[in-house]
C-alpha cells in the first residue's frame, strides 16, 4: 500500500512578484529549493498564511541568492506580494518506508527569504 506524506516544506516565506500573464507556477530561489529538497517542475501546495487560500502548481527555478518568491499565472491572483506563504511537496511511498522517512523542513528568515 502506498501512502502520501509530507516530503518537504519550506515554512513563511514572503512572495517578492505576482506575475500573473504568465503561464503558471510558482518561481522559487534555487538556494530555498536544494536546501528543502525541491526540485523544478515538482508539484507543490502553497498554503496563503495572510489570506488562508490553497492552491497547487509546479516548481519554476528562480535566480540563485535572490530570495525571490514569485507566484505566476492564476495563482497571482490567490496571493500577493508580501503575503507570507508555506510550499509543501508530498511523496508516495510504501506504508513501512513512510513510517521511517524523516521530512526536510526548512525555516528561513522571512523578511529576506534567506536561510537562518
Known sequence: MLVTVLK?????????????????????????????????????????????????????TGKRGTGDICMNGPAARRVSVGDIIIIIAYAMMEFEEAKKFKPTLLFPNTETNRIK
Open 8 to 60: 518537504s516544506k519550506i515554512h513563511r516565506v514572503k512572495v517578492t512578484q505576482a506575475e500573473l500573464n504568465y503561464i503558471g507556477s510558482i518561481t522559487i530561489d534555487p538556494d530555498l529549493m536544494e536546501a528543502a529538497n525541491m526540485i523544478e517542475g515538482e508539484k507543490v501546495q502553497i498554503v496563503n498564511v495572510n489570506n488562508g487560500e490553497r492552491l497547487e502548481t509546479y516548481i519554476i
